[in-house]
T-cell receptor, first 114, second 110 residues
């Protein structure tokens, strides 16, 4: 199993550009989520999905869109990049959202918006 | 909004020393998880505690969940350089979302 994979690993954008961060998992997990990690801020939830076709907003959803057409994939779209979106983005998946469910994280995408 | 406060924010110790990291909240959590994150990688789960007062041990790491399920601690005995990393606590309050603390950055010097 590859686990959770994310592409690209690094990306530099100019203000106003759009892009999609890819996330895929091969563990047949129903729950997937996107976090951003900024220095001194910990991990903050952007969007999450409890299954194919179902998504919901997290703590910091503005400027990001998601969709979940398959169980395996959960892409994150930046519609018009802003310098405030410079961050490290992590995708995570878990079997469910019960107390014992472990979240498996991808290796992250390091995004810089100029 | 549930908040998890971690302390200390930074900790630098010598190999062989003991340390404790704290995770506190005013909210009650149904479960609490501890993760370790190494530079350039995603967080990796260390343990999940569910029951108030629960104590779990993972080799030299001891995790405790407070009786009221509002706080937790991580104690490391005889720290080693391989313990270096960012330690994150994350709480679940039944809303299908995990709330993360800001983390404790631990450096263990040889």
């Amino acid at each position: 199993n590859a686990g959770v994979t994310q592409t690209p690993k690094f990306q530099v954008l100019k203000t106003g550009q759009s892009m999609t961060l890819q996330c895929a998992q091969d563990m047949n997990h129903e729950y997937m989520s996107w976090y951003r990690q900024d220095p001194g801020m910990g991990l903050r939830l952007i969007h999450y999905s409890v299954g194919a076709g179902i998504t919901d907003q997290g703590e910091v959803p503005n400027g990001y869109n998601v969709s979940r057409s398959t169980t395996e994939d959960f892409p994150l779209r930046l519609l018009s990049a802003a310098p405030s979106q410079t961050s490290v983005y992590f995708c995570a998946s878990s079997y469910g959202r019960g107390p014992g469910d472990e979240q498996f994280f991808g290796p992250g995408t390091r995004l810089t918006v100029l | 909004t549930q908040l998890l406060e971690q302390s200390p924010q930074f900790l630098s110790i010598q190999e062989g020393e003991n340390l404790t990291v704290y995770c506190n909240s005013s909210s009650v959590f149904s479960s609490l998880q501890w993760y370790r994150q190494e530079p350039g990688e995603g967080p990796v789960l260390l343990v999940t505690v569910v029951t108030g007062g629960e104590v779990k041990k993972l080799k030299r790491l001891t995790f405790q969940f407070g009786d009221a399920r509002k706080d937790s601690s991580l104690h490391i005995t005889a720290a080693q350089p391989g313990d270096t990393g960012l330690y994150l606590c994350a709480g679940e309050a039944g809303s299908e979302k995990l709330v993360f603390g800001k983390g404790t950055k631990l450096t263990v010097n040889p």
